[in-house]
């Protein structure tokens, strides 16, 4: 008993002594890179804003996004309306903040959902290979040859129409879903096929490890990496995507705000008052920007030959 | 900590970590001290009492193999994959590994030699034969059977760079069997794999470090101590030293032949390195494109080898006395390259690159045919270099003439054994005739 108090003892000895001789994990690493980037600082800076944004508009204005004055449509930016107003008389600086919420849901659901999706799929078709890879291949091709916009077409106008605001941003997401899904697939399979012949992997097998416990421990973390790297920028590919959709008046409908929906709505007027499509296609931008350089500064940190 | 005090003995001083133990234990290149013939080659030979191990020949085999296959499928391309054809990896070999000895298996690269490793440890599933363990047949046995036998048998993979996971710290990979077949309780896996990097003469203060903190000659070490963990009966080494540094290479074997007399672990020493195999190993089986071509103990094999290629790899060894006073073996050159494994050649696989070839060697087979106490040999020719036999020494018992055809006589009635084992009669090639060595 105070042999092992003892050998307690020593451990966390070692663990100080080990962490100031500068040992670290191969994470660690990453996120020793990441943090001397300044991309990383001003893309995670801008996520944080929108984030903020999502969760609490309130925090930034006081105005109601669904407060309409149509005698003051269309004005100008002023010292009241910082934004101006657009043509329903809406105030525009309240519904870009607004609109944040719903382009920040889709984009995080949809990307974390493909990445699971495809995660799963390419684990499965990786390691198992033989018949179940291709079978999930072929289904993989069949949803990756369905052009976006036709795809989220009939997806979106087969689906029962609703007024929920959360079933409305689910339908969009559901759409990035299946028809995302195949890219991570793709990623995932060939990176678990380079992982696999790996001897550690064969190690794993000769100690008797299980299936299940090879493919967490060993493979998958791995492999994980090109993963994280291309749903963190497919989160801003995904934000664009939806502001696509609603745009052509598919993706979200009003009374749902988004920047999409606004810029939709701001194409009546755009000759008569450019900032209505200014301001919300600015966020838009802004966002998808910040969510692509982190990326890319993710990328950097988890595999530095490729820069 | 449970330290037994005569492994620190045995082992590197370890105090001031392995790279300390890299640089002072540095082993010395000195003659063997059991040589045995003018095949005098450069083995690895430590200062502090590391000699070649000896064969115990009543030893009882703790693995025995019997007409071992593995075929590998060849497929088509394109849509529907059919099966065209089969790499024969390892074609039907036998052989067995003593108890608490150890077997070298040498050979050109894919002559079939990791293969058969693998095979050992189950990470494939042979085509044919068996591999008796303990009572039990390795080769027949399923995944879920074999799990309590992987604590038994072990591997210890050749490049210690792809062979530890770089996300797991050297405690999570070296306790991994432990927690794999739960055989101690959680909180005493950290003093067992502190234990284990000090017989592998690692730092023990090292297990939360990761693999690529350490040296290739220390990451084989962690790769050892992963295969010593459930303490194995049987260790697959398969090329364990090839990857590494010369100077680490000795270090590395010693420590191995430390394990293998503190533990009674029987060894499968797969290697291409003549040299290091006559050092560990004092049973040597050679392999040819997926068989068995000779195998004998390591003082018939590396001064008296039968079989031609056996005698043309020895012929590349660098030979020191030789070199000494100015000399040089005579080396035999094989011409062209190994056939491939899909479609071997008929009759012998070495035939198309041996010296000695005849039209029997395309037509029939060569049989693994025991020729001393301890050798075997597979060739119609087989002999000392420079005294093969002008006709062929197989061809009565199996029963065909000089040229490979069947005679009407029939084969011998003697049988021919291609088991594991040892005979305690065998077939002398001199006198053409079945003796058990008392008389001659």
């Given at each position: 008993m105070t042999d092992d108090l003892k050998a307690f003892e020593v451990v966390d000895e070692r663990k100080g002594s080990s962490r100031s001789e500068g040992v670290r994990s191969l994470r660690a690493d990453a996120w020793h890179d990441l943090r001397r980037n300044p991309l990383f600082w001003i893309s995670a800076a801008l996520i944080v804003l929108f984030v903020v944004m999502a969760i609490a508009p309130g925090l930034f204005t006081n105005t109601s996004p669904r407060e309409t004055v149509l005698s003051e449509a269309r004005t100008p930016p002023s010292s009241e309306n910082w934004f101006g107003r657009d043509v329903q008389g809406y105030d525009l600086y309240a519904r870009c903040i607004y609109g944040a919420r719903a382009s920040i849901l889709v984009g995080v659901f949809a990307a974390a959902g493909t990445a699971i999706i495809g995660t799963i799929f390419g684990l499965l078709a990786g390691y198992a290979s033989g018949a179940t890879d291709a079978v999930v291949g072929r289904v993989a091709e069949i949803f990756f040859a369905l052009p976006l916009i036709l795809g989220a077409v009939v997806i979106l106008t087969a689906l029962p129409p609703s007024d929920e605001y959360f079933v409305i941003v689910f339908k969009v997401v559901l759409v990035f879903w299946i028809l995302g899904w195949p890219t991570i697939f793709r990623l995932m399979r060939s990176s678990v096929m380079q992982v696999r012949p790996n001897d550690y992997v064969q190690a794993a097998r000769a100690l008797g490890g299980s299936p299940w416990r090879i493919v967490t421990s060993h493979i998958l973390p791995n492999a994980i990496a090109p993963v994280i790297v291309v749903s963190t920028i497919n989160l801003g590919v995904y934000i664009s995507a939806e502001a696509t959709l609603s745009f052509l008046g598919i993706g979200l409908q009003p009374p749902t705000i988004s920047w999409g929906v606004m810029i939709s709505d701001a194409l009546v007027a755009m000759r008569s008052a450019p900032h209505v499509l200014l301001f919300p296609a600015a966020f838009l931008s802004l966002a998808v920007l910040a969510f692509i350089m982190l990326g890319d500064a993710v990328r950097d940190a988890f595999d530095p030959k490729s820069r | 900590m449970t330290q037994d005090p005569n492994v620190e003995a045995q082992v590197a001083p370890t105090e001031v970590g392995a790279n300390a133990a890299e640089a002072g234990d540095r082993a010395v290149m000195t003659e063997p001290h059991d040589a045995y013939s003018d095949h005098e080659v450069i083995t690895p030979h430590a200062v502090d009492g590391h000699v070649a191990s000896r064969l115990d020949p009543d030893a009882p085999a703790v693995l025995e193999v019997e007409d071992l296959k593995m075929y590998f499928p060849v497929k088509s391309s394109?849509?529907?994959?059919?099966?065209?054809?089969?790499?024969?990896?390892?074609?039907g070999i036998s052989f067995q590994v003593p108890k608490g000895g150890s077997l070298g298996l040498v050979g050109e690269s894919g002559c079939g030699k990791s293969t058969t490793g693998r095979l050992i440890t189950r990470l494939y599933q042979p085509t044919g034969g068996s591999m008796m363990f303990e009572g039990q047949d390795l080769a027949k046995l399923s995944n879920r059977e074999m799990k309590p036998l992987r604590r038994d048998v072990q591997m210890i993979f050749q490049d210690p760079y792809t062979s530890l996971n770089p996300r797991h710290t050297v405690g999570a990979i070296v306790g991994a069997p432990l927690a794999v077949h739960g055989v101690v309780p959680k909180n005493k896996i950290l003093s067992r794999v502190q234990e284990l990097l000090e017989v592998v003469g690692l730092n023990p203060e090292h297990y939360n470090r990761y693999p690529n903190e350490f040296s290739g000659g220390q990451r084989q070490r962690i790769g050892i101590a992963r295969a010593l963990t459930l303490n194995p009966k049987l260790l697959v080494a398969?090329?364990?030293?090839?990857?590494?540094d010369v100077s680490i290479q000795a270090q590395v074997i010693n420590l191995l032949q430390d394990l293998q007399k503190e533990f009674d672990i029987a060894f499968l020493f797969i290697a291409h390195d003549l040299a290091v195999v006559r050092h560990f190993c004092p049973e040597v089986a050679v392999m040819y494109l997926g068989k068995i071509v000779e195998i004998a103990d390591r003082e018939t094999l590396y001064s008296k080898p039968y079989h031609p290629y056996t005698q043309a790899l020895l012929s590349a060894v660098p030979d020191v006395k030789q070199a000494a006073i100015g000399g040089r073996r005579e080396r035999i050159r094989l011409e062209g390259d190994v056939p491939s494994p899909i479609n071997p050649p008929s009759g012998c696989r070495f035939r198309t690159r041996?010296?000695?070839?005849?039209e029997i060697c395309a037509k029939v087979e060569p049989p693994l045919l025991q020729i001393g106490p301890r050798h075997k040999v597979a060739c119609h020719f087989a002999g000392e270099l420079g005294q093969h036999p002008v006709a062929p020494v197989t061809a009565g018992l199996l029963g065909v003439d000089d040229h490979g055809s069947p005679t009407?006589?029939?084969?011998?009635?003697t049988p021919l054994t291609s088991g594991p084992g040892y005979e305690k009669e065998w077939f002398d090639v001199k006198s053409r005739q079945m003796t058990s060595g008392a008389a001659g």
């Open positions: - | 394109g849509l529907v994959r059919r099966t065209i054809g089969h790499v024969q990896a390892v074609d398969d090329e364990p030293v090839s990857a590494l041996c010296s000695l070839a005849q009407s006589s029939g084969p011998a009635a």
